[in-house]
């Protein structure tokens, strides 16, 4: 088996370079994927999203160490392990990220990288469907393979929570994708016509009929180098280990998790790492596993007094009609991933762009599906953006089959902890708005009870969950700086024909959720692997807050 282009892994970055590398016909491409089919309801259906996640089949079920600022509790880092990766079992919520991510990038050594360079791979990649809820129509593209939409938002507690905010003084926004991120307003996802709409969905299925791309199902080993250049991949299929030949270049977009592992295993990271694992040294990066960051958040949660939540549906047969109308029709609530409203708000005074992110949705839930036993409930998952924490990927073993050791160190800088706080207090604040007064019941999570820094510092250590936004472990950046794994063009920094592109070279967190800016990644990377010249940066102009010096509203 051999191809010009051979890819590892068909998620959100993968799946959109094996579209455009095989576009234009000139160059054969073999994508190699581990799992398997994402057909079936689990997956496709957006309001189902809880169960793909903690499914062996369809994840890969990492796990991280003990976190030694969360009492040692191990949290769990779900991967896709499916055509279509992570972007066939995640939330489906739709962020590009706010221009100042990606002027920090540029800033930090990944030139070209700035919110005026990557807005039209934005652009080339969407196709947007504002609904009826407005948006910024200049802003956003119409005619790219991934479609964006908006919930119908249909459930009155949607509005309530936009309401409430603009009540505790906030901004509004009817397109946080647009030229203003911060505020309250509708949130989008990935969802088109009733089904889950995948990098999968948007790039690998229509481009499989093409003669030039081959998709392998197999478990990659390692990265063959010969003479500082990559020549192909060693894989294990069906228990037989076989080499499949690259004729240009190896990609690798396996993930943020198992893309550093994979260059580990193949002599490329840190020398004293490699050597305890006896492989031969082939380029001494010490970046490579390193500065791994996520996001993290914590269930607010509030009893409803009105019977108007989700809950109702939370039983067997609720969740049957619900089911039976989503396959029938591929309408009804099962074709929503139900996170229908969003903010992004500044923490304080002198902070430039929004650093808290909330997701709201109509019933008291957590991400395996355990609803709250008191009943009709709302919540909202919020967190801080941009925390200082940094922690590793690492070899447990020289084994390709044993899974790495995840480290995230999650809440060891000060900081963090005061930035918990005070995403609690706030949505306390906006909870407590005139607006929630004909629904608001007790508070469920935290509780009343807890009320002091201690004891809130007490609730999120044992409730602060992953947001499940692992990057940053294969950091682009200068070719000369010598914690950088790839340089401002995704080539590995000291090995030939060897390129990564997925989450893993987020030089920093974006401020949301990553599936966008991972297919971003893989758009982008297109253009380079392919030699042509990037789109012509864009003069989209952010909005930032007049007032982002004086105040945090």
């Not at 401002?488 to 090995?495: A, F, L, S, T, Y």
Request: contains cysteine; proline residues 7%; neutral net charge.
């Amino acid at each position: 088996m051999e191809a010009d282009f051979v890819i590892i892994g068909s998620g959100s970055a993968g799946a959109a370079m094996a579209s455009r590398l095989s576009e234009d016909g000139k160059h054969s491409v073999i994508v190699l994927e581990f799992g398997g089919t994402d057909a079936g309801p689990l997956i496709q259906m957006p309001a189902a999203l809880s169960y793909p996640m903690n499914m062996p089949r369809y994840d890969w079920g990492f796990v991280s160490e003990p976190e030694p600022h969360l009492g040692g509790r191990t949290l769990a880092v779900p991967r896709g392990k499916v055509i279509g990766g992570s972007s066939s079992i995640n939330g489906m919520v739709y962020v590009r990220g706010h221009a100042g991510d990606y002027d920090h990038w540029a800033e930090s050594g990944a030139t070209g990288w700035g919110y005026a360079d990557v807005v039209p791979y934005f652009k080339r990649m969407e196709n947007w469907h504002p609904g009826p809820h407005g948006g910024d129509p200049d802003r956003r593209g119409k005619s790219g393979p991934l479609h964006v939409t908006r919930g119908k938002r249909d459930n009155p507690l949607f509005q309530t929570f936009v309401t409430a905010g603009k009540q505790a003084g906030f901004e509004l926004t009817d397109d946080y994708n647009g030229e203003q991120q911060e505020g309250f307003g509708p949130m989008e996802q990935t969802v088109w016509q009733g089904r889950r709409w995948s990098a999968a969905n948007a790039y690998l299925k229509p481009a499989r009929s093409r003669q030039n791309l081959t998709i392998v199902r197999c478990f990659a080993r390692k990265i063959v180098i010969e003479n500082g250049r990559a020549t192909g991949v060693e894989i294990d299929r069906n228990g037989v280990v076989e080499v499949v030949q690259a004729r240009k270049e190896v990609i690798v977009a396996a993930s943020s998790i198992n893309s550093p592992k994979l260059l580990l295993l193949s002599g490329i990271g840190p020398a004293a790492q490699l050597s305890e694992h006896g492989i031969p040294l082939v380029a001494d990066r010490p970046g490579v596993g390193a500065n791994l960051q996520d996001h993290m958040e914590l269930y607010i949660q509030q009893a409803s007094i009105q019977p108007i939540t989700l809950y109702k549906y939370w039983n067997l047969l609720g969740k049957a009609l619900i089911g039976a109308q989503w396959l029938l029709f591929k309408n009804g609530l099962g074709a929503s991933n139900q996170f229908e409203s969003a903010a992004f708000i500044r923490s304080k005074a002198g902070v430039k762009y929004p650093d808290i992110q909330f997701h709201f949705i109509p019933i008291a839930i957590r991400y395996d599906g355990q609803a709250a036993a008191e009943g009709h409930g709302f919540q909202a998952h919020v967190g801080p953006m941009r925390s200082a924490s940094r922690g590793a990927v690492t070899l447990r073993s020289a084994d390709p089959k044993i899974a790495p050791r995840i480290q995230f160190n999650y809440m060891s800088d000060p900081k963090d902890w005061a930035d918990f706080r005070h995403c609690i207090h706030i949505t306390r604040e906006i909870f407590g708005q005139k607006a929630f007064d004909p629904y608001r019941g007790k508070e469920i999570l935290p509780g009343d009870k807890y009320q002091t820094d201690d004891e809130l510092d007490d609730h999120i250590r044992r409730h602060a969950e992953s947001a499940y936004h692992p990057c940053g472990t294969c950091r682009m950046g200068r070719a000369d700086d010598p914690m950088a794994v790839v340089d401002p063009e995704c080539r590995v920094i000291g090995v030939e024909g060897l390129r990564v592109a997925d989450s893993s070279i987020f030089p920093r967190i974006t401020n949301g959720n990553l599936n966008g800016p991972s297919i971003m990644v893989g758009e982008k990377a297109s253009d380079h692997i392919l030699g042509k010249t990037p789109l012509p940066p864009s003069n989209d102009v952010p909005w930032i807050n007049p007032r982002w010096q004086t105040s945090d509203r």
